[in-house]
């Protein structure tokens, strides 16, 4: 439970403190956490919440705690994993995904500011990095925003270029249509788990463990293979 000395945000009538949050990856779903790298949906680190229902704790992304969460996770994921490609590739994955927020709300917030042309309407720009000084003319300030809007545009698209060029074309190459479930019955398969692998309660850290059984055995099989190729063979 979130203690309400550490969270005491409330927003529209979402109560963290009422809410059950995965905050580590000794208890989050790999489901949950592929979930959050592809939609960067910070409601998946409510525990029971799979997306069912897209309009439950719609306004949990609002809040910066669900980020800041994430952010704690994604440190404790790469002390679990030596595959430096996969961090970077996250990284990369989730910056971009910020970006992107950033550009969108700001991009909702003017336009719902030249709709209904109210100043509390501009101090949602605060909230996403952008601060609004009343003591200064508005529109100089949203001007700026603005050209700045442009710029975090073109960097988003640098960014997204160079991921796709160094990330997902290899990604594509090496794994074509590898879902998280295809894992799934990879490891069952590979591991003779004996039991269903269900992507909605191996936790991350149980998964982490499970890849790096599954190289570790590749590798060991791959290792007496070679060994038995340069036996020679009896007459």
Request: charged share 25%; net charge positive; proline share 3%.
């Amino acid at each position: 439970m979130v203690s309400s000395n550490e969270h005491p945000q409330n927003f529209n009538n979402l109560d963290v403190n009422d809410l059950i949050l995965h905050k580590s990856c000794e208890t989050l779903p790999i489901f949950s956490f592929d979930k959050i790298l592809n939609t960067n949906d910070y409601r998946y680190l409510i525990k029971g919440y799979f997306g069912e229902d897209d309009n439950k704790y719609k306004n949990f992304n609002k809040l910066d705690i669900g980020e800041k969460i994430f952010t704690n996770i994604l440190n404790e994921f790469t002390l679990l994993t030596s595959d430096l490609n996969q961090i970077n590739n996250i990284k990369k994955k989730i910056l971009i995904l910020e970006l992107e927020y950033k550009y969108d709300t700001t991009t909702c917030v003017l336009n719902l500011y030249n709709l209904v042309d109210e100043v509390e309407v501009l101090w949602l720009l605060s909230d996403i990095g952008w601060p609004i000084n009343k003591d200064f003319p508005y529109g100089p300030q949203i001007d700026k925003i603005t050209k700045a809007c442009i710029g975090l545009k073109n960097k988003i698209n640098i960014h997204k270029s160079n991921y796709v060029n160094k990330y997902v074309k290899k990604e594509t190459n090496q794994k074509k249509n590898v879902t998280l479930n295809k894992q799934a019955i990879y490891l069952q398969s590979n591991l003779e788990l004996g039991y269903f692998l269900d992507t909605k309660i191996c936790t991350v850290e149980t998964w982490q463990n499970l890849q790096t059984l599954s190289k570790e055995k590749e590798a060991y099989y791959e290792k007496q293979k070679n060994i038995n190729s340069r036996k020679p063979r009896r007459k």
